[in-house]
């Protein structure tokens, strides 16, 4: 690759800030009702909590049909067309939910806010790659895994305490109907912050790949599925963001017979919550250490190999002192992974554009989290996360950068 020498725009960071925004809304709207799941029953669907749970699961199934479009939009329309398009359906979905009077409208409000998950997810890495130097690639997307945390942690924490002060006057749907234009003017804001802020790239490309001309998206999954590095990267994901997700949703279950030195259903919620804090620190530190010294595959390798006796711990441990530390490393290395995988993918993969090994990436991980749910076993993790961690050792890791770092 060429060799280029130009300045790196500062605006690059304006246009990451309003990403973040919309990534951390898109995951709120997608997890608004998990932690209120039988107060929004009463209120909209009669007590059947299955067709709120519905309305959570709606978000990965999206991916299935829209992965693909999704990742082709944003190639071909660029940032500020493909991904509006989820940012639009998040911004008036998510502020129309406000007015919802029933399930029906409740519903096809949270649809379109599913159809929005691949349209924002996709462009992780395009945006790095379009606005960021090779040195900040990776944290550029840590960076933006981190918002998708951020807004998981806003619903997990902050749903059901500003509930909790309306169920203890019988306000319920008072309180929902608070929480909803809490989270739906934000939506509606960072739409507009879209609309006015986001520009598709600098008239200056920041690093090599970005200045490469792109093969179509057709070309691009045949070579994807030809890349040994690729298919191994493949693999990592399907076993990576498909078991944490299972853990994530199934950790009630985990610590359910254990002798805990705590109440059962607060270890849950503390284990739960330090792996997303060691989540958002490790998607920044690490991805930024992984930028500095220009590695990717250590980086994976440490965070497969740590996963092995991380989820060993979780299974056996006693002590909430010990298992919210388990938690928080857990996280830490795990998560980061996402943000450097998908650096590494683009770097091992280009000129495939962007948006398509992205989106194979997180298809895959969104996918193999349904039957691990069903089939939910920590050893079976376990034993996961020992060939995941194979897989990373066979890697072949990236050539230093050509350009100016």
Request: hydrophobic share 55%; charged share 10%.
């Amino acid at each position: 690759m060429q060799k280029i020498d130009s300045p790196v725009s500062p605006y690059r960071w304006v246009v990451l800030g309003v990403f973040m925004l919309n990534i951390a809304m898109s995951q709120i709207m997608w997890m608004t009702f998990a932690p209120i799941a039988r107060d929004a029953a009463a209120v909209y669907s009669g007590g059947n909590i299955d067709l709120i749970d519905l309305l959570a699961i709606l978000a990965m199934l999206s991916w299935i049909p829209f992965c693909l479009p999704a990742a082709w939009c944003i190639d071909n329309l660029g940032l500020k067309k493909g991904v509006g398009i989820g940012v639009v359906l998040v911004g008036v979905c998510g502020f129309m939910r406000i007015f919802a009077p029933d399930y029906s409208w409740m519903l096809a409000c949270m649809i379109g806010c599913a159809i929005a998950q691949p349209f924002l997810l996709n462009a992780i890495t395009k945006v790095a790659s379009n606005w960021f130097p090779q040195n900040e690639e990776a944290l550029a997307s840590g960076l933006l895994t981190m918002s998708m945390f951020i807004g998981f942690a806003v619903v997990m924490f902050a749903t059901d305490f500003i509930l909790a002060h309306y169920r203890s006057i019988g306000e319920v749907r008072q309180g929902i109907d608070v929480i909803l234009w809490i989270y739906g003017i934000p939506s509606l804001v960072g739409m507009v912050l879209h609309l006015v802020l986001v520009k598709d790239k600098p008239r200056v490309p920041p690093n090599p790949i970005a200045a490469e001309k792109k093969v179509t998206m057709t070309v691009g999954l045949k070579a994807l599925f030809k890349n040994r590095d690729f298919l191994f990267l493949l693999a990592i994901f399907l076993i990576g963001v498909g078991a944490f997700n299972a853990i994530m949703t199934k950790i009630d279950w985990i610590f359910k017979e254990r002798l805990l030195d705590i109440d059962t259903a607060l270890a849950t919620g503390m284990v739960g919550g330090m792996m997303v804090i060691g989540g958002m620190c490790g998607a920044v530190i690490l991805s930024a250490l992984s930028d500095k010294y220009h590695k990717r595959k250590i980086f994976l390798i440490l965070a497969a190999g740590m996963a092995v006796p991380l989820s060993l711990c979780l299974q056996y441990f006693t002590s909430i002192w010990l298992l919210g530390a388990c938690g928080f490393v857990f996280g830490f290395f795990l998560i980061s992974a996402m943000p450097i995988g998908l650096t590494y993918a683009v770097e091992k993969t280009h000129p495939v554009p962007e948006a398509t090994s992205n989106g194979i990436l997180m298809l895959g991980g969104q996918i193999s989290g349904l039957p691990i749910v069903f089939l939910f076993n920590m050893t079976a993790i376990t034993i996961l996360f020992g060939i995941a961690f194979i897989l990373a050792l066979l890697l072949h890791d990236i050539k230093a950068p050509a350009a100016n770092s």
